[in-house]
């Protein structure tokens, strides 16, 4: 049976692998473990050297305390006469100073506890013959540290004093963490003082390591079917401290190691499987590469890479490929440019094509609303004359008087309502330009005035002189108006500002408001007549409809949407800047 290159190299390359890796993997992980216990080895063999560390500088101070305490006159006078409340109040208040883990401690002069723990009766001793003993002992509490300093009246012994401090869990922890083990303490009466690993196994620890000798060496112990490693160390006046290292904690890695190795070692197996795959394609194949980059040409990706070949031949179709897939890639490049610039340009003009309709669509309106408004203002004035005569010959009749006056006010709004749609087609003065900076500053004042008690400020930002070509009273007027619709938005309070910068030819005036903004149902028909979105009678909806067509008269434009930069609306005005040459002759 005949094998291909291809499978024959897949073959070597699996068994090479197999042969070099597996006996590789076994020995690394024995490596690995003894490694791992001989690191838990070294830093028990340093626990005792850290224990003494962490004692011996406390053990100083607290016999300087200690000392301290027995050298006040006060404490000894009044041990010596044996008011032993006063010697327990005066050592309280003195230790006070020390640090908080600190307490008082207080030996009468019949050798018994006045205040804190029982002490051994041998320290006690020691005390008599001048000694500072320093040590552990066992207290209700659990196992503390003792410090004593005899007092002495006149070469006397009259009692002893100094303090103790409680083997607590913070020291504990603080010792656990120094040497990274779990630490064990028993006390000089041989009863467990603490433990800081898991509860589970303190007990039977505690029950072993009791029967144990001290050793400076590092002992195995197995407890529960787990390996511990121990070493003990003694401190002063006969507790024990164990440093214990559960293997099984410190072992934990190991499978999870030797999962990451299997895998890894599967990885390797795999890509040098691909590897051997690869070569031998490219020994077999050398035009495969070529067939690839062309499929991946058909569906649009020119990124595919060409792989050369050391054959001559090959090497120049794959260069000649190469040569031409780079000319076709430059050329959809251009032609997608293309394509983007005409859409930009397909935009624009739907864009102009929507703003000529809107036109279209109000000036028809307008010239509507300016018939109609003719036709009805004359009915109106006369119905409003034939009112006022009925008015006055029915003076006596208070109710007929009443409907009366009802009918003229409604016909005098009819008549204004007429009259505002005929200011939209009354000749208006056209030519003319002004400081588009000052009218937003006076209007902003005219504003203010208004606004009475309501807590809305209006702030106005704008260069020192812009001259625009619209003349004042035209600009004031939508200014006014776009004003007061933000005040009306607003409510009691809040914040108007306008912005007056150049913008190209053209000077922007926006109008900016922290209301509520403007519906997306509303937005599109904002400019239309008759259309309002306030709640009252205030408005007929034609002050923005009247504001977009003096705008437009004067060559500008006008756009209502929300801020993108928090809530409320912006209406934004452009009119073109005045010519250069016409500026300075205003100047």
């Known amino acids: 049976m005949k094998v291909t290159l291809k499978s024959a190299l897949m073959g070597l390359v699996f068994l090479v692998l197999l042969v070099g890796l597996v006996p590789a993997g076994f020995v690394l992980d024995r490596q690995l473990v003894r490694g791992m216990e001989q690191n838990v080895r070294d830093d028990l063999a ?9 004692i011996s500088a406390d053990m100083g101070a607290w016999m300087m305390h200690a000392k301290e305490v027995s050298a006040d006159g006060s404490l000894l006078d009044a041990t010596e006469r044996g008011d032993y409340d006063g010697a327990s109040a005066r050592a309280t208040e003195l230790v006070a100073n020390f640090a908080p883990e600190e307490r008082p401690l207080v030996i009468g002069g019949d050798g018994a506890t006045v205040l804190g723990p029982a002490v051994p009766a041998e320290l006690v001793e020691a005390t008599r013959g001048g000694g500072m003993p320093v040590e ?31 083997m607590g869990e913070e020291r504990t922890d603080r010792l656990s963490a120094k040497t990274r083990s779990n630490v064990l303490l028993m006390a000089p009466d041989e009863k467990l003082a603490g433990y800081t690993g898991r509860a589970e ?68 197996l795999l890509l040098a499987l691909l590897v051997g795959v690869g070569f031998a ?57 293309a394509n983007r610039e ?81 200011d939209l ?7 003319g330009d002004c400081d588009a900076a000052s009218v937003a500053e006076d209007v902003a004042a005219v504003v203010r005035v208004g606004l009475g008690d309501r807590e809305i400020d209006v702030d106005v930002s704008a260069p020192e002189s812009l001259a625009v070509d619209i003349p004042a009273d035209p600009l004031k007027q939508v200014l006014l108006n776009l004003m007061q619709n933000a005040q009306d938005a607003l409510g009691d309070e809040g914040r108007i500002e306008v912005r007056v910068e150049a913008f190209d030819d053209n000077a922007r005036i926006d109008v900016v408001d922290t209301g509520p903004g403007i519906s997306d149902d509303a937005l599109p028909q904002i400019f239309d007549p008759f259309f309002t979105t306030k709640a009252d009678v205030r408005g007929v909806g034609l002050g923005l409809f009247t504001a977009a067509g003096i705008v437009r008269s004067h060559g500008g434009r006008i756009a209502a949407a929300n801020r993108a930069d928090g809530a409320g609306a912006r209406l934004t005005i452009e009119v073109p800047l005045v010519e250069p040459t016409r500026h300075e002759a205003m100047a």
């Open 425 to 431: 087609h009354r000749p208006q003065a056209t030519e």
């Open 281 to 337: 394609a490219r020994l077999a194949r050398p035009v495969g590469s070529l067939a690839q980059a062309a499929d991946r040409i058909s569906t649009g990706d020119f990124d595919a890479t060409v792989q050369h070949s050391g054959v001559k031949e090959v090497d120049r179709v794959a260069a000649a490929f190469e040569a031409m897939r780079d000319a076709l890639a430059a050329r959809i490049a251009e032609l997608d440019g």
């Open 46 to 54: 340093t626990a005792p050297m850290v224990l003494e560390d962490e």
């Open 136 to 166: 552990a002992i066992a207290t209700e509490e659990g196992m503390a540290f003792v410090a004593l300093s005899p007092l002495m009246a006149e070469g006397t012994w009259v009692g002893a004093t100094g303090v103790w401090i409680p």
């Open 201 to 268: 196994p303190a007990m039977g620890l505690f029950d072993l390591l009791g029967r144990q000798p001290i050793t400076e060496s590092v002992e195995e112990f197995e407890f529960a079917g787990t390996r511990f490693l121990v070493l003990n160390a003694l401190l002063p006046g006969g507790a024990r401290v164990s440093f214990v290292r559960d293997m099984s904690e410190e072992l934990s890695a190991v499978p999870a190691l030797r999962t990451a190795g299997a895998t890894v070692f599967g990885v390797a």
């Open 342 to 422: 005409l859409e930009d340009r397909q935009e624009r003009l739907s864009v102009l094509q929507a703003e000529l309709v809107q036109r279209d669509r109000l000036s028809a309106a307008s010239r509507l609303l300016a018939q109609l408004a003719h036709e009805v203002r004359n009915p109106v004035a006369s119905v409003r004359n034939c009112l006022e005569v009925l008015r006055r010959r029915v003076d006596g009749d208070e109710e007929a008087s009443e409907l009366a006056d009802l009918a003229i006010d409604e016909l005098l709004r009819m008549h204004e309502l007429a009259e505002q749609m005929l």
